[in-house]
């Protein structure tokens, strides 16, 4: 049995005091651990930015890319080992800015990789940028007459594109975001992690106490349905409220390979396929 400490890295954390980065790197190592991952069965890919920096705490295969592309070399990965988990680490900037595509196409494709975004409502890593989830009129660096864009709310574009799994969690609450992972990593398809994310140094806005005390899950909501409709109609970020949990979730995904009918005859994976053939000339052009 795989433990935590095994993905522990000599690297030391640089993260700030307080940051929310240091609950989800603990949940993801709990997460993997718990459905029985070791760090040499798993792939985990970083974008750029604070919570690229986790890339050498942790003791897995790992991949760090350009900012906003981290979901095409995870998807990449997983099309051609389907038997290893691949989860796809970003911030709220690079997924909404720059890799905006991405995510939309990911999420029509339904690549089987469980995306987890720090959302916190800024560029940490720059010095507290305004991104697209950050408050409208918000003073932020770049921007110090306030924000004049309007704020996108990830939660409700993953529902409004047809996403197979959309969830909220909050770096308050670990237990929970260490379940949600792991619903993530078991799902088949696209898995959308949204992680609330406490900024101390540059979110004064959104921070942990202005989350603590709006969070709620939405399993104790009496009403709660597992339904694309319901989940849109409590997906705001709202003063009264903040639904956190599985807002949605078809269990009868596929994901891309399965849904792809010339393949369904294989059982096997491209990385053993490609080793019938002979590569080396293609790859004598790179070297
Ligand atoms: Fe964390 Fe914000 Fe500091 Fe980055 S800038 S390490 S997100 S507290």
């Not at 969070?215 to 956190?244: C, F, L, P």
Request: with cysteine; proline share 5%.
């Amino acid at each position: 049995m795989p433990t935590v400490a095994e993905y522990n890295s000599p690297v030391m954390p640089t993260w700030c005091p307080g940051c929310g980065d240091f609950a989800i790197w603990s949940a993801i190592k709990q997460a993997l651990v718990a459905e029985g991952f070791g760090p040499k069965d798993v792939l985990i890919c970083f974008d750029i930015g604070c919570n690229g920096n986790m890339a050498d705490k942790i003791n897995a295969y790992v991949y760090k890319g350009l900012h906003g592309r981290v979901i095409p070399a995870a998807a990449g990965a997983k099309l051609a080992n389907q038997g290893m988990p691949v989860l796809a680490i970003a911030g709220d900037g690079g997924t909404f800015d720059e890799g905006m595509q991405h995510f939309v196409h990911s999420i029509r494709s339904d690549y089987d990789i469980t995306f987890i975004v720090h959302n916190n409502c800024d560029f940490g890593l720059t010095t507290g940028q305004p991104t697209p989830t950050t408050w409208e009129g918000q003073v932020m660096n770049s921007a110090p007459w306030g924000v004049v864009e309007k704020r996108l709310n990830p939660v409700k574009l993953a529902l409004s594109l047809g996403a197979s799994f959309v969830a909220r969690g909050f770096t308050g609450n670990l237990p929970q975001l260490v379940s949600l992972i792991r619903s993530g990593i078991t799902h088949k398809g696209f898995s959308y992690v949204d992680v609330l994310q406490h900024c101390p140094t540059y979110n004064h806005f959104q921070d942990h106490h202005w989350l603590s005390e709006r969070v709620y899950d939405v399993a104790t909501k009496e009403d709660y349905r597992n339904e694309r409709d319901y989940a849109y109609s409590i997906s705001e970020i709202a003063d009264d409220g903040v639904a956190t949990g599985i807002l949605y979730q078809d269990k009868e995904s596929q994901s891309y390979m399965q849904q792809l009918p010339y393949r369904k005859e294989y059982s096997s994976n491209l990385i053993d396929e490609v080793k019938g053939y002979d590569i080396s000339a293609s790859l004598a052009e790179f070297r």
